[in-house]
């Protein structure tokens, strides 16, 4: 199994041959205005490049799959970079309907019974984005949905994988875990955040959360230096974990690279 991290949660999850991009935003650096009402007001995002042409991402793709329609996990330069009709799992009818809008042919609505593909199963796993007491009343405000889902990746002579996709540290992570074993966890851990809502991905203290609950699950930080209202970046979590002396079998990947895992979801040295 691979993983490359591309930028913020967009990735390419190569399992069992094939080959998934995951939650695509291809708009070049600092296009969209900052964020409102974020912790840093001026700062527009993309903060980087995309690490390749959206030509090259796109190469020998298998299926996208879209956790949530945030603007941050899918935009109109992906939209116009993908074929029409590859195949795109998303999590309900409203996500289906969003990329309709955009042409797409071939979506499927991922479930927590299990969805086939060729013969890796994928499992929809449920997500808390954010504390919701403290982060509804600014989705209202903006007209987001709270809703996004996670994927659990299965296949015989791969280790299990469990993309978390954008929540915090939450019951629906620990009960995945406790249901499917994963041996590798993908977190989105930029600590994003609007004014008063609290950290609606993972930070620091979620870490320690899913560390001490699950400490031989190899992590891999996604998610990270590319949007406005993240206020964790890489340099800071690289700090902490070390600080904390969590820092075994848990990768940061910089934009462009490439972590290779072994059956048991540890990672290859190069």
Known sequence: MKFQQIRNATSIIDFAGKRFLIDPLFAPK????????????????PMADLPFEPA???????AVILTHSHIDHFDEFA????????????????DKDFLQKYGFNNIEILTENGNVFNDIMLYKTP??????EKAMPYYKMFGFRPDAMGVVFKQKNEPV???????IWCDFVKDTIDKFAPKAIIINTAAA????SGPIIMGTDDVVALRRYAPNLTVIA?????????TLD?????????????????????????????????????
Not at 56 to 62: L, M, P, R, S, T
Not at 193 to 196: A, D, R, T
């Open 30 to 45: 600092d296009f969209f205005p900052p964020f409102p009402k974020c912790l840093t007001p001026d700062r527009r995002w």
């Open 56 to 62: 090259e991402i796109i190469q020998n793709i298998d």
């Open 79 to 94: 939209a116009k970079a993908l074929p029409k009709d590859i195949k795109a799992y998303v999590q309900d009818e409203y």
């Open 127 to 132: 997500c808390l984005h954010g504390n919701m």
């Open 161 to 167: 994988l469990y993309l978390a996709g954008d929540t």
């Open 193 to 196: 955040q609007i004014e008063y």
């Open 222 to 230: 996604s998610h990270m230096d590319a949007v406005g209202h993240a």
């Open 234 to 270: 890489r340099k800071g979590l690289k700090e902490f974990i070390t600080a904390n002396n969590i820092a075994d079998d848990f990768l940061i990947p910089e934009d462009g690279e490439i972590i290779s895992l072994d059956k048991d979801g540890k990672p290859i040295q190069k």
